[in-house]
C-alpha cells in the first residue's frame, strides 16, 4: 500500500521557473525523503529530513516537512531542462516499529521542464 | 551512478515459471533493500536483507523470497510467476538498516506473458 499521495500528479514548466511539489502522508513517521526517477530507471536520492526538522537545502532543493499537518513539500528553483524526472516522496516508520527497512513511496510527481 | 548493479536488464518469463534477480551493493553497504514498480506507480517494499538476515518485509506473498550472501549482493526469487509480477524491480542498498538513504541500482524489468 502506498503512503504518500503526490501533488500535483504532474508539473509542465519553463527553464528557470520554480517548481514546487507536495507530498502528504498518514502515519507517524521517522524521516522523510526525496527520490528522483528518470525514465523509468533506478532512484536517486535527493534528500532526508528528519521528524524533527523543519526545513532542509541541498543546493537548488528546499524541503519543509510539517509534522502536524503530516505534509512536505520540495522546492526546485531555477529549474533546468536536466530536472525533467518523475520525483517521489517516501517515509520511514518510526523508531521502535518494527517495519525493519519499510520505505513507503508516493505515487510520485512528474516534472516536465521546457527548455 | 550509485555502484548498485543489477542483472539482468530485461527478462521474459511465462506465467507459472520462476525467476531469480540479483543484485551487487555498492561497497561498504551492508543493507540491501528490494521493491517493485509497477508502471506509473511507486515503488513498493518487498523486503530488506542486513548481515544475511531478512529485516523486515512488505506485504508480498511467500513466493517471492530472497538472499543475501556474505559479500552483502542479494538475489530475489519469484515462484509461480503471474501476469501482475510484470514490473520493474529495484535493488537498493544502505550503509546501515533500517529505513534510511538508499541508493538504487538501475532496475530489472520483468515482463510475465
Known amino acids: 500500500s502506498q503512503q504518500g499521495e503526490e501533488d500535483p500528479q504532474a508539473l509542465s514548466i519553463q527553464e528557470g521557473e520554480n517548481a514546487t511539489m507536495n507530498c502528504s502522508y498518514k502515519?507517524?513517521?521517522?524521516?522523510l525523503q526525496w527520490y528522483r526517477q528518470n525514465s523509468g530507471r533506478g532512484l536517486v536520492h535527493l534528500i532526508l529530513?528528519?521528524?524533527?526538522?523543519r526545513e532542509k537545502h541541498s543546493g537548488r532543493l528546499r524541503v519543509t516537512l510539517d509534522t502536524s499537518k503530516k505534509s512536505s513539500s520540495l522546492l526546485i528553483t531555477a529549474s533546468r531542462a536536466a530536472d525533467t524526472a518523475s520525483y517521489f516522496c517516501?517515509?520511514?516508520?518510526?523508531?521502535?516499529?518494527?517495519?525493519?527497512?519499510?520505505?513507503?513511496f508516493g505515487q510520485g510527481t512528474e516534472l516536465s521542464v521546457k527548455p | 551512478e550509485t555502484g548498485v548493479t543489477q542483472s539482468p536488464t530485461h527478462l521474459i518469463k511465462t506465467r507459472g515459471q520462476q525467476v531469480t534477480l540479483r543484485c551487487s551493493s555498492q561497497?561498504?553497504?551492508?543493507?540491501v533493500s528490494w521493491y517493485q514498480q509497477a508502471l506509473g506507480q511507486g515503488p513498493q517494499f518487498i523486503f530488506q536483507?542486513?548481515?544475511?538476515?531478512?529485516?523486515g518485509r512488505g506485504n508480498f506473498p511467500p513466493r517471492f523470497s530472497g538472499l543475501q550472501f556474505p559479500n552483502y549482493s542479494s538475489e530475489l526469487n519469484v515462484n509461480a510467476l503471474e501476469l501482475d509480477d510484470s514490473a520493474l524491480y529495484l535493488c537498493?542498498?544502505?550503509?546501515?538498516?533500517?529505513?534510511?538513504?538508499?541508493?538504487f541500482g538501475p532496475g530489472t524489468r520483468l515482463t510475465v506473458t
Open positions: 537498493a542498498s544502505s550503509p546501515r538498516q533500517g529505513a534510511y538513504e538508499q541508493y
Open positions: 502515519t507517524s513517521i521517522n524521516n
Open positions: 529530513i528528519r521528524s524533527n526538522e
Open positions: 517516501a517515509t520511514g516508520p518510526p523508531w521502535g516499529d518494527n517495519q525493519g527497512g519499510k520505505l513507503i
Open positions: 561497497s561498504g553497504h551492508n543493507t
Open positions: 536483507y542486513y548481515r544475511e538476515e531478512e529485516n
